[in-house]
């Protein structure tokens, strides 16, 4: 059968939201009581912090759907002297009122942000303030804009993405829905790279090509995987479904399904059960010590992290 997203945004077999043409609309109930949430969560920090008041109601309280409030943060972010936020936030809205899917895809991002990253406190706090989110859904709108051969903007978008967040994503990059970018920065993935749903990817991520193709040249990630940080995964792989990459890991080969991978160059460390990108536990019994000591190593001690290697 074909997968779905969020209120029920068809997917592709990789997970890539099914949105190059406009859609119809769609029912989203469940994205209904997120934005109520989410209003709602406005509302009360509105009156217990007198100072942020404005910055809410301009934000989230003044708009009537989770779709207008979106396009209005990210046009925020995203503006500068020659890109403002009102012609900003025009094509923004635009893309989203034709294309339900990736507004369910943005739900399903939230959605996992809030449920998998125990540093968020509501759904108010992801939407205005974690720039992972932010990066992605820029991302999901300049894929709309690529395939509908408005290159240049999109390029723009990625650019100026780039600058203001720290997360390099191409436009042509297929993403799948209730993906969760925790902390976001440093994050690099190539314009052929397919990433499923719900994964979880840390910061400092590489998703890149080897340097001497063309073509079709990054990784393909499945769906619930889980990428430490710092790790890179290097050429036209497959990461299978359920797999895990500890941090700091150099991957070069394939790694099957429901398998953990650790090291410089990676290695199979054992099997995985249950839904990694779900669960977020980096210290999986699967998982020898010698591997978790040399893992902290590397990434608590300067330059660590080049040295990291099993």
Same mark, same amino acid.
């Given at each position: 059968s074909t997968p779905t997203g *969020? @209120? @029920? %945004? $068809?997917?592709?077999?990789?997970?890539?939201?099914?949105?190059?043409?406009?859609?119809?609309?769609?029912? #989203?109930p469940a994205g209904d009581r997120i934005w109520q949430t989410i209003r709602e969560e406005a509302q009360r920090d509105s009156d217990s912090e007198a100072l942020l008041s404005s910055f809410l109601h301009a934000s989230i309280l003044a708009h009537d759907s989770f779709p207008r409030a979106l396009a209005f943060i990210l046009a925020?972010?995203? %503006? !500068?002297? $020659?890109l403002l936020p009102s012609e900003l936030s025009e094509i923004? &809205?635009? *893309?989203?009122?034709?294309?339900?899917?990736?507004? %369910?895809?943005?739900?399903?991002?939230? *959605? *996992?942000? &809030?449920? &998998? !990253?125990?540093? #968020?406190? =509501?759904?108010?706090?992801a939407l205005?303030?974690? /720039? @992972?989110?932010?990066?992605?859904?820029?991302?999901?709108?300049?894929?709309?804009?690529?395939?509908? =051969?408005? &290159?240049?903007?999109?390029?723009a978008l990625q650019s100026r993405s780039n600058e203001v967040f720290a997360v390099d994503i191409h436009p042509a990059a297929r993403i799948g829905a209730g993906v969760l970018l925790d902390h976001g920065t440093g994050v690099v993935i190539g314009a052929t790279a397919v990433i499923g749903a719900n994964v979880s990817i840390l910061q400092n991520v590489t998703l890149g090509g080897t340097g001497k193709e063309s073509g079709d040249r990054h990784p /393909?990630?499945? !769906?619930?995987?889980?990428?430490?940080?710092?790790? $890179?995964?290097?050429g036209n792989i497959r990461v299978g479904e359920g797999a895990q990459i500890a941090a700091g890991s150099l991957v070069l080969k394939e790694?099957?399904?429901?398998?953990?991978?650790?090291?410089?160059?990676? /290695?199979e460390v054992g099997k995985i059960t249950g839904l990694p990108s779900i669960l977020m536990d980096q210290w999986s019994e699967c998982c020898p010590r010698v591997v978790a000591e040399q893992a902290v190593d590397a990434l608590t001690r300067p330059g660590g992290v080049d040295d990291f290697v099993i």
């Open positions: *969020a @209120g @029920g %945004a $068809t997917l592709s077999a990789h997970g890539d939201p099914l949105n190059h043409k406009a859609e119809p609309p769609v029912s #989203c925020a972010r995203l %503006a !500068d002297a $020659t923004f &809205r635009a *893309a989203l009122a034709s294309h339900p899917s990736i507004v %369910a895809a943005a739900l399903a991002d939230l *959605a *996992a942000v &809030r449920e &998998r !990253d125990p540093a #968020c406190s =509501g759904l108010s706090q205005l303030y974690y /720039k @992972g989110f932010h990066a992605l859904q820029v991302q999901r709108i300049a894929h709309v804009l690529w395939h509908q =051969g408005r &290159r240049m903007m999109a390029s /393909k990630i499945g !769906d619930y995987v889980l990428i430490g940080a710092s790790a $890179t995964v290097l790694v099957p399904p429901h398998t953990m991978v650790a090291g410089s160059p990676a /290695k």
